[in-house]
């Protein structure tokens, strides 16, 4: 079982930033693909940002320019640095990992991430 734990989630300010963390408990170098959805308040959950072991991170139009994903092998670690943020990026952000394609998803317990003045 590959565990995930998030952090770093709260209230921000429009135009704020913020970054979450996630930390995996296998080594992240084995790992063939981590990354973030988040689930919008009475919306489905959604894609915003993943990086496979090898090549370019890939994001959601939405969030392009504003958010960076950052993928931290000897921690074990991928984060999400938030800017800009719009009341719209408010959402539970779940950590998301698979170990090889086609076989099981991983998820993490979920951060609030709430964008209000």
């Known amino acids: 079982q590959l565990h995930l734990v998030e952090s770093g989630g709260g209230l921000v300010q429009p135009g704020g930033s913020l970054r979450l963390s996630c930390v995996a408990s296998?080594?992240?170098?084995?790992?063939?693909?981590m990354g973030w959805y988040r689930q919008p308040p009475g919306k489905q959950r959604e894609l915003v940002a993943t990086?496979?072991?090898?090549?370019?991170?890939n994001y959601a139009d939405s969030v392009k320019g504003r958010f960076t994903i950052i993928r931290d092998n000897p921690k074990n670690t991928v984060y999400l640095q938030m800017n800009s943020l719009k009341p719209e990026d408010t959402a539970v952000y779940y950590c998301?990992?698979?170990?090889?394609?086609?076989?099981?998803?991983?998820w993490g317990q979920g951060t609030q991430v709430t964008v209000s003045s």
């Open positions: 998301y990992s698979k170990r090889n394609p086609g076989s099981d998803d991983y």
């Open positions: 296998e080594n992240a170098f084995g790992i063939h693909a």
């Open positions: 990086k496979l072991r090898y090549g370019s991170p």
